[in-house]
């Protein structure tokens, strides 16, 4: 559901010579953050899935 440059930035592939990356936008932190997040909420919720359902 992520722009791919921007899945490559947050795993930390997109390097200076990537072609595609020439292409997409610089992101900055404060456009990874949220991305990152929702990650993070997915994962501790695959991991956890009684606490989620309790929170929701």
């Known amino acids: 559901m992520l722009p ?3 899945t490559k ?9 990537d072609v595609t990356q020439g292409y997409t936008a610089d992101w900055t932190i ?3 953050h ?3 997040q929702r990650i993070a909420n997915r994962i ?3 991991m956890y899935p009684a ?3 309790v929170d929701a």
């Open 30 to 32: 404060a456009q990874l």
């Open 51 to 53: 606490a989620s359902s």
């Open 34 to 36: 949220e991305p990152a």
């Open 44 to 46: 501790e919720a695959l």
């Open 4 to 6: 791919p440059s921007l």
């Open 9 to 17: 930035r947050l795993f930390n592939h997109a390097r200076p010579k």
